[in-house]
């Protein structure tokens, strides 16, 4: 009959359109990954972030170390080594300041993106490790016994703080601390005297100590990485799995849904 006719038309039309409805690409794991994939292995980008985070402290610590020096030797020293000493350390720590500004802006992904950060900050910190090994040569015999005290132990305060945030690179560790003591040990040492070089040898051993203890900081500060990678692994693969589900579920009720018209 005419009526059975519009009525079976009207159901054919409902099942067309119920089949033509566009459905929600179902988000395959490559797809549903970002590109910091790469990364789900590594813990350079906590590392870096970890350093930019304490690169505030360390312009503070740079500004103080600055003032204590310029407090302790400007008498004693010509404003023909005092200030081109100033210039260097002002153009120091505002190359610093502008890094961590940029770091703040930007959005790094890749891998090699992390890795150049990284290399930026280690440039700047190692210039501040060459810096104050300059100090010390430049400003030991500029003072008594009490000055010169103080510049050691400026000096060496610098080398003990970045353990924490260089032990995760020994490398890079190793060089400042060179850096560091290096050259202040052989100012040291070249008065000539026995005094001089007993303490040219205790600055070495001191030197030895730091290293041994950023070694030991090292191998903690690992394990506590590892775990959080383990964690963040975890994480990810239970995002994989419930975006599968939810796809699955998706595809399931639109799938209810044309049987319930059909």
Not at 129 to 145: D, E, I, P, Q, S
Not at 171 to 178: G, I, K, T
Not at 222 to 229: E, S, T, V
Request: charge should be positive; include cysteine; glycine fraction near 4%.
């Amino acid at each position: 009959t005419p009526a059975r006719r519009t009525a079976r038309l009207a159901k054919d039309e409902s099942m067309t359109e119920v089949a033509t409805l566009p459905r929600s690409p179902s988000p395959s794991p490559q797809a549903a990954r970002p590109a910091e994939d790469d990364l789900l292995g590594s813990s350079l980008p906590e590392e870096v972030r970890s350093a930019f985070d304490y690169m505030p402290a360390q312009l503070a610590g740079n500004l103080a170390g600055i003032v204590v020096i310029v407090a302790i030797f400007w008498a004693s020293t010509s404003s023909m080594v005092m200030l081109p000493w100033l210039s260097a350390f002002a153009m120091m720590w505002l190359a610093r300041l502008w890094l961590l500004q940029r770091f703040k802006l930007a959005t790094p992904i890749a891998l090699a993106d992390w890795q150049r950060w990284r290399q930026w900050w280690n440039l700047g910190t190692l210039t501040s490790g060459a810096l104050w090994g300059a100090t010390a040569w430049v400003f030991y015999h500029r003072g008594g016994n009490a000055q010169q005290i103080a510049l050691i132990i400026t000096v060496y305060t610098f080398c003990i703080a970045v353990v924490p945030i260089l032990a995760t690179q020994p490398r890079v560790f190793l060089m400042f601390s060179a850096l560091c003591f290096v050259p202040m040990a052989a100012r040291v040492a070249s008065d000539g005297s026995e005094d001089s070089y007993r303490l040219a040898g205790i600055l070495l051993l001191i030197f030895s100590l730091s290293t041994l203890l950023a070694r030991n900081y090292r191998q903690a500060l690992q394990r506590a990485l590892d775990l959080k990678l383990q964690a963040d692994h975890l994480l990810a693969q239970l995002r994989t799995e419930k975006g599968a589900a939810d796809a699955a579920r998706q595809e399931a009720e639109v799938a209810n849904r044309a049987k319930t018209q059909f």
